[in-house]
């Protein structure tokens, strides 16, 4: 799990003279917070250890809401045991060096399931500079988290297969910006690496790509699916290599276009391209699975 420690003071001290002369209602502001957007707060008073929660905080360590003071080695407790120690220093370094901090870390509430939770805190400094409480945030961010690990998933997936497909595939997005290139891809342009490429501009590499070729990138870029014939590698003799262009755009989670993806493959003269301008339909999606599936 994450944590990070921020510089603290960012809370008033309490004896501050232009503490609550704000036009705002700080407390009106945190209900519309907890209430929209599901994150609780916390309140803990030093010396004395006086935890105090509010209502959304409650829930997400299971507790039913209370006013009453919650002893604090019960939220300590309900992090995992793995995690439980490193709250405990945060909120202890927090003290001392008088600065705020994040962490991400996992709960198990009684009764419940693990959650993971994203707290911010920072302390609260008397007017002689001492800390008096330490008050902060807390979310659940266990959807979140999940989304987050999915979606590192499908990145390792990707790049698992960029790295072992015997086919020259660049990712690219709308500025034409390589994102992630196969192999291939990069053996063929002089490249040690992938990562050489990535953040280097499409254009920049090919300045001399004529027009049409350009044209066409955006009319994958306006959502089109384009395959064409294309000669840009040679052999060791120097003649060119009969290959298939594919160029296909893909798509952000709002289903808008967020780049390209270029796939070269080599084509056997007995399956070349009908015309010269062919527009065949690329495969199905369930036809593409079955291909997977057959490699």
Not at 258 to 286: C, F, H, Q, W, Y
């Amino acid at each position: 799990m994450k944590s990070e420690m921020t510089s603290g003071s960012l809370v008033p001290s309490v004896l501050s003279d232009s503490w609550g002369k704000h036009e705002s209602n700080p407390l009106a502001i945190v209900q519309i917070i907890e209430h929209h957007l599901g994150i609780g707060t916390f309140h803990l008073e030093l010396p004395s250890g006086h935890l105090y929660l509010s209502d959304a905080a409650c829930r997400i360590y299971g507790y039913a809401p209370t006013r009453e003071r919650v002893p604090l080695n019960l939220i300590l407790n309900a992090l995992v045991r793995e995690d439980r120690r490193r709250g405990a220093d945060l909120l202890s370094h927090a003290i001392a060096k008088k600065c705020g901090y994040r962490f991400v870390l996992r709960i198990l509430p009684e009764g419940g399931s693990i959650k993971i939770i994203e707290v911010f805190a920072d302390v609260v400094l008397s007017k002689l500079g001492e800390v008096v409480a330490v008050v902060g945030t807390v979310r659940d961010i266990s959807e979140r988290a999940k989304a987050d690990a999915q979606a590192a998933g499908r990145s390792l997936l990707v790049r698992s297969l960029l790295i072992n497909i015997p086919a020259a595939i660049a990712v690219l997005d709308r500025d034409m910006r390589y994102l992630a290139v196969s192999n291939y891809w990069a053996a063929g342009h002089g490249m040690k690496s992938p990562n050489d490429l990535i953040g280097l501009s499409h254009y920049d590499e090919h300045p001399d790509l004529p027009a049409e070729v350009r044209r066409e990138h955006q009319q994958v870029l306006n959502g089109a699916t384009l395959r064409r014939p294309r000669a840009y590698l040679k052999d060791r003799k120097g003649r060119p290599i009969r290959q298939t262009c594919v160029i296909c755009p893909w798509y952000t989670m709002e289903k808008k276009v967020g780049g390209m993806i270029i796939m070269l493959g080599s084509v056997d003269m007995a399956n070349a391209l009908p015309a010269e301008k062919s527009e065949t339909s690329l495969p199905t999606r369930e036809e593409f699975l079955h291909l997977l599936a057959t490699l």
